[in-house]
């Protein structure tokens, strides 16, 4: 058995501010923290809103579309979990929204994604949690 078959991929563990986020991924929703005073979106676990500095918030339901704002091809294995899946893109998207996420490009090679791509969600799923990530909608 090789070292990345036997390494468990480093996975997000849920605190008492982001577990609604996290529960409703394993539903397939994506959800953001949406300000009751100003309207403006953050993701978890933002104490406060960025736009006014509110702390008030409700749970609300994302498009699951969004822009490449950035990206990288990962070729090098920084850690053994990830080897089967070098190489692989690391990426800022931008929700409709407007917060960015930092996630991956996925059922692309990486010489197809570029900034302004449009994207849409998909899943990485686990146990106790599904994971965000993003494929092209052209």
């Known amino acids: 058995m090789t070292e990345a078959t036997t390494a468990p991929k480093p996975i997000p563990e849920p605190d008492e501010t982001s577990e609604p986020f996290w529960k409703a991924t394993l539903e ?12 403006g979106f953050r993701l978890p676990s933002r104490q406060h809103c960025d736009r006014c ?4 918030f409700e749970w609300t339901p994302a498009s699951g579309r969004g822009t ?3 990206f990288g091809r990962m070729h090098q294995v920084y850690h053994p979990a990830f080897a089967e899946e070098v190489p692989y893109t690391l ?3 931008e929700l ?13 090679d990486g010489r197809e994604v570029r900034v302004d791509m449009p994207v849409e969600l998909t899943w990485e799923r686990h146990e106790d949690v599904a994971l965000p990530k993003f494929r092209s909608r052209d």
Not at 28 to 39: A, F, I, V
Not at 96 to 108: K, M
Request: proline share 6%; net charge positive.
């Open 53 to 56: 500095l509110s702390a008030k």
């Open 28 to 39: 397939g929703k994506l959800l953001l923290m949406k300000c009751s005073d100003c309207g």
């Open 96 to 108: 409709e929204e407007g917060p960015r996420l930092p996630t991956n490009i996925v059922d692309l």
């Open 68 to 70: 490449v704002r950035s």
């Open 91 to 93: 990426a800022i998207v």
